[in-house]
Every structure is written in C-alpha cells, then in structure tokens.
C-alpha cells in the first residue's frame, strides 16, 4: 500500500460500537414491533428520489439542507423525511391501495444540517401514518395516541407524558382575535414554559394586540387540569367561531376514544401551548415529554392534515400520523444514561475447545445450543486458554463451556458463569435449561 | 396546488407495495436471525462517507458508479458496498473491538449501474464477516460455509449448492504453468459451464498456452466428485508449488470441519472452475447456486482475504465473509414465482363494529387479541357494513370479528373465517385460541 488515509466518517453523522448498536436495535425492533402489532404494514421507500419529487415539499431550511447531486441525465436528492415519499407513494399505486392506508417506515432520512452537538445530518426516523381515501374519522387521532403510549411503555420509559391539542382551535382563536401575524403568536404561545409569561407578553404587544386580547391569550395557554376541564373550559370562552368550535368537537371525540383505548390518564393531557411547525397540521397535534428529561424535547410529535398529497395527486387524502427521531432520541438517553448498554455481544455462550483435538466435538456441543435457541458460538482460534477466556470477558459473553477430552469422553461439559465466577459440571441439557432461565 | 408532479421513482431503484414488502421483510429477518444465532454482532455505518475513504478502495467500474456530490467544504460519496465500510470501522475502532471480530451488517448499498433489467442502483446487501488480529483460524472458512448453509435451509430454498474453492490452489497453477495473463485464463475457466469447452480452449490459446498446459487446464475445471475425490486429484498433479500446495491443505481442512458443521454433503461441493472477480481474495472462495435456478447465478458469495484495511491501517487484518445481494435475490426469486406473497397486510384479525355504538368496544376487544400476541386492528370509520368487509377481503385478513349490540352485550363475538366463509359465535378466549392454531 503506498500511503495509509486516517480511517473516519463524516462529522454529524452517528456510528455506534457493537454494545451500543446492540441497544439501538432493540429500541428499533421494539418500536416496529408495536407498529405491527397494531396492524401498520411495512414499507421501503428508495433513499434517493427524484429531486423534483423532493422540492415539490421542501422549500426554506429543508431545501438548503437538501443532498442534491446528478448522475447521467438525472437529479437526484436524498430524502429529508419520510412523509414526502409517503406522499408520493400513496399517489404513486393510489389505485392498488387498501384505504384507510395504514403504514409504518423506519428508515434513516437526510439532512445537511449545521453540525451541532446531538444534531444528525443521517438519522433513523420512525413513522406511522393512518391515510384514508376522501375521509378519516377522528376516532384514528386517539388510535395514534395509543400507540404512543404502547411504544413508550414498552421501551420501559414510563413517566412521559403525550401532550395533544388542535390546530383548529389554534386558528379559531386568532381569527377570533383578528390576528394578523398568527403564526408569530402561535410561535410565542408555544415559548411560555421556556420564557414566561413576561416575556410572551412583551412579544404580543410588538404584535400590535389589545391588553384585552393578550389576557385572553395569556389565560387561553395558562390553562392546566383534567381533559375534560379544558374541554370545558373552551366551551366557556364564549367564541362562536366555526373553526374553533370544530376544533373543540374533534378534540372532545379524541379524548372520549382515548378511554377506549385504555390510555391511562397520567400518560396525556391537553396542552393549549403547543403549535408544531409544521404547515400542513390542521387538526390534532401530538408531542411527547419524558418527565424526567424535559430538556430532551418532544421524543415523538405528529399530527393530523386535510390532504396529504396535493403535491403529486388531486385525490384528497387526509391523514395522521407520528414519528420518532430515533437516532436523536437513543443520543440523548444515553448521554443522560437513561439506557445502558449490557454487552458487547448477542453471544449467551461461548464454547472453548481446549485445543485442536477437542475442537469439532465443540462445534457440535454450539449447534445444539443453537438449536435451542441460545446465540452462541465456538472460539476456533489456536491461542493459549487465558487468550481464549479474555475474549469472553472483554465482550462480557455471560458463559463459558470448555471443553477437554476428558469432557468430550464423558459428555458432561464444564459451565461457567462469567458473572459469578462458579463453574460446575453439567449435562449438555442442563447447562440448555440453566442458561434459558431469565 | 398550483401544479401536479407525476408520482414516480427513478428507474433503477425498487419499491415495493407492502405485500411484497412483508415478503422481502421476512427474508431479511430470517438472514438476520440466522447471523445474530451464529454470534454476528450488528453494525450500522453511515450511507454517506468521505470521498477519500471509499475511493481509496474503489477504481474502476465501481468509481464510475459512485454517487459523489458536495455539501459545505466536504466532498462526500454514498457507500458502494459494506465492504470498504466495515475496513475503515475496524481500523477507526480497532483499539475497542475484541478479535476475531464478528460482525453483521444489513443495509442499502448504492451504484449508479446502467439501467438494466434486475440490476438495481440501490439495494440491500446483506454480510456478515469474521476478522481476525494478525491471524484468523481457516476453521472460519468451514464456519461461514455452515452459516450460508443455514441461510439458505431456513429459508426454505432447500435445493442449493455451495461451491467453494481456494484462490492459492488457482494462483498456484499460473505459476506451475508459468501464464502470463492469469486474470484473463482464470476468466476463461470461470466461464466453462456457459461458453463450453470449445470456447474455452479457443480462449487459452489466444493467450499463448502449450497444448500440453491447455490439456491440464481443462482437465482441471472439468474434475467432479465427493470433495475428498477431487482433494485427492489435486494431490496427484504433482505440483510442487509452494502456494497451490498450500491452497490444496486450506481447502482439506475446510473440508475436515464442515463435517464438525454438519452441512450435508448435497450442499456443497468443491468447484474448480469458480474464481470471484474481487481482487483481494486470496484463500477459499465461495459461490451458491440454486440448483433450480441456475441461471439466476450465484445469490451468496464471498471469500478470504490477507489484509482487510491496508488503506486504513498498518495491522494486519485477515477475515472471511460473504455477501447476499438480497434486492436482486428477492426480485429473481418473485420474478420466477419461487416465492408467493400471501397478504397485503401483518393483520390477522379485522374487528368490525356495526355501528359507533359498539366501537368503542371493539377497541378493547382489539386490544385483547393484541395482548395475546395477535397482529389486529378495528375498523374506524363510518360507513357501510359491505364497505368494511371489502376492507378485510382486498387485504386478505384471514379473520374478521363482528361486533353488534347483541354481542357487546351476550360476550359472545362472531368470529368469520374470511377464507371458508364459516361463521360462529364464540368467546374472546376461544377466538384467541382459534387463531392462533398453526
């Protein structure tokens, strides 16, 4: 080799060692798990689409964010989400689709961001969306709502909190206010916990609203208690504005379904403060708190729009849907250790032939672990027996079975517990039983 | 929307409806389960990498395929294999990894081929490879041999061949024979099966070998037998090349050990003729066949190298692994109905309320089935009873629960067998248990 180029990857960009990408998959996997679970059907958009497919959405930050490149005659684009390519998806094989359209992707998306510590410009997002033909009942808004809860139950982070609220409600306040900037007063309603009160104050008054007005607005995101007191609440203000009312009827549904669904109440509640910034929300906005971690963020935000794929079809297709930044998300639990890895490898069980002559017998005594389902696997090197146990214990392997001639003779092998240091002789079946137990 | 763009996907790329998708699913889960049981630990590196880190290893047609572009102050490049990326890893981390290092890695790989049918621009290759510090035991040889053996039975392509053979017994020869342009009669061997021997001897003497030495030759790749019978053959030949003798003892010893892996005899077979293309092999290689389906060319491949990251490192590096091109495979084997989708949905169970009125309690008795392992959802929307029904007939779900008034109240749920068309009142327990029968 004439020269020797320092082996790296890319700033901003997440690679994982074996005991951490072991963790990682198993906050993926169980996340796919409770999407299929609940019926969501996989699927697997390219990385590279269209670049005109892509702009079609982009647009501001995305598009300057956006990896645009060409090959022969094509413009291309790496996908910034996965709801544009859901978008056209949909469009796409429209006619060869079930509706209403329940789909799960998890895949990593793109984004040429500024590099910032826990910010990735390749990351896993981990999307669900519920898209019906013409029309959706609002009964799926709360459906949503319960897989967030399965998810984060099941990902054992228990005290976290899914904060809902609804655009229309948002809007039907402003119209009722006669606001010009609305969504600068969506902004600074949304800042009041990061803030205060003072300051979001300040902000109104540079939007040119009445004192009447930002009272109103200060009380309208102060608002805290059950679902069913803001509800009342709304009902109370007294606006009679169309938008707004339907808001708080689509609202009120969700939170009646949300008891079907068996969400327990300390797991949601209505926030009037939050707004997500995303354009196309019209309805029911989701985002998720861990308790404990609050400066985390929302860990999985979503909502539902009118039309998902104007872009690409004239279909109306309205829908809802959520996602999880996965990569971010498994960043910052473990930077605050909130999860740990365990291992540096699936291996259970690892089989050491004192040397050669003991060796096939070993990859025997592997396969039948294998058979019943234990991950484990035979150390084949040539080295002397101290070199052979440190493989185990560097990549914390919980047992050893060596094996000699005087066990390959007698068929009762040698188990080790790599934990507690106690080693016994057992039958192959034994050792199967006592490594099985949980 | 002032403007309509035309759903599409560039050609080259494949995507799935998620019938197929499953499908593919599940292959991909089965290789995955079988690496994962063989003690193959998961990495996951970025899809972008620095231009320098892949083009050390790329030239030639695999640098004209590259997909380069730039972002910012960095020249970037999208990953042509797993291959260069699991060198540059174990060279960036080489300090923290235990050796031998056994890793899998299933992920998309990009190259902008030309358009042709069954070839892709971005597919899934699925590796896996054991890599050794300084040294690496050719009983790893034996192991991955048993690994694709394992593959390729559980899933259920039980009519295969594993061809191997060892590049030191193919160099060995060109240097007894004293060849010239070993890479150009090496290709000629390779394509006897294809071109005949005609062809073949036409080719060699083009390259300006003794008849003498083309007798050899073809008599070579024409050897068949157990593995034990060409062994011995090559034995006979009386080449006391230091290297073909050398290929000759790997090759006995992997064929020692694989009897220890217990892969049957009909699976594997020693195969003269075969001889990789990749440069960097340089013991045994490895090619698997459908027996059915041999013009689908070999769908597992790979070999041994010396020194895996000599770009990226002055340690040597010795390792073993193939590869599963799984996009092309999965595409070949639908295009020839080797493999059937069966549903477009992971449902099993579809429960219909009549009315909103019994809604909410088929949400609970969804969860109910969800709860004992059961892939179900409910049916949401409004409409009309025939309406919902369709919904389970165009998706396949094989069961479809019918809830009233009446069976809200009684408990007693209606269960169809959407495939015979029977209908029968039953518990929630016994409809769990009716599912769930294999």
Redesign the interface.
């Known amino acids: ?1 004439s020269r ?7 700033p901003g ?6 005991s951490d ?2 963790l ?2 198993q906050m993926m996997d169980t996340i796919r798990d409770v999407y ?15 670049e ?2 892509l702009l ?1 959405k982009a647009g501001g930050e995305t598009e300057k964010q956006l ?3 060409e ?2 005659d ?1 413009k ?1 684009a ?1 996908r910034f989400d996965l709801t544009v390519p859901l ?3 949909v ?3 429209y006619p ?3 509706f ?1 359209f ?2 799960y992707q998890i895949s ?1 998306v ?1 984004r ?1 961001e500024k590099a910032q510590r826990g910010r990735f ?2 990351f896993y997002q981990c999307d669900i969306d519920i898209i ?1 033909n013409e ?3 609002v ?2 808004d709360a ?1 949503i709502l319960s897989v967030i809860y399965n998810i984060f139950k099941t990902l054992k982070l228990s005290d976290f909190t899914i904060r809902i609220n609804n655009r229309k409600i948002l809007y039907g306040l402003m119209a009722e206010l006669q606001v010009k900037d609305s969504a600068a007063v969506l902004r600074s309603m949304d800042k009041i916990e990061k803030i205060g009160q003072e300051n979001v104050i300040k902000e109104l008054k540079k939007e040119d609203i009445s004192d009447a007005n930002i009272s109103k607005i200060v009380d309208f995101v102060q608002q805290k208690g059950s679902p069913e007191e803001i509800i009342s609440y709304l009902r109370g203000m007294g606006i009679d504005n169309e938008v707004f009312q339907k808001g708080i009827e689509e609202l009120a549904e969700v939170v009646e ?1 949300i ?4 969400v327990p109440q300390e797991n949601y509640t209505i926030d009037l403060t939050i707004v997500r910034g995303l354009d196309y929300y019209t309805g029911t906005i989701y985002e998720t708190m861990l308790n404990d971690y609050q400066s985390i963020g929302s860990v999985c935000s979503g909502g539902r729009y009118e039309n998902l ?6 279909k109306k297709l309205p829908g809802v849907g959520v996602s999880i930044g996965l990569t971010r998300l498994f960043y910052q639990l473990r930077e605050s250790n909130i999860i740990k890895n365990e291992s ?4 259970k069980v690892l089989v050491i032939p004192m040397d050669r002559s003991t ?3 070993s ?2 005594v592997t ?1 039948g672990l ?1 058979e019943a ?1 234990i ?4 150390y ?3 080295v002397k027996f101290k070199k052979k146990l440190n ?1 185990a214990n ?2 914390s392997i919980p047992y050893v079975i060596i094996i000699g001639t005087d066990e390959m003779t007698s068929g009762s092998l040698s188990l080790k517990n790599m934990l507690t240091g106690q080693q016994d002789q057992m039958t192959i079946d034994a050792i199967i039983k006592e490594v099985q137990k949980p």
Chains 1, 2 share one sequence.
Do not use: C, W
């Open positions: 080799m020797t180029i320092k082996p790296s990857i890319l960009f997440m690679e994982l060692l074996p990408q072991i990682f998959n299929e679970k609940h019926g969501f059907n996989p699927i697997d958009t390219p990385v590279i689409e269209k005109e497919i079609a990896y645009r490149f090959k022969g094509n291309l790496l978008a056209r998806y469009a796409q094989y060869e689709l079930s209403p329940r789909r990593k793109f040429g410009r390749e019906g029309e959706l009942s009964i799926n459906e379904y008891k079907y669904f068996q794929a104007g872009y690409y079809t004239d540096s490898t699936l291996t060796t096939g017998y990859i025997g396969k294998r389902g991950v484990a696997e035979t084949l090197e040539d493989y560097k990549l």
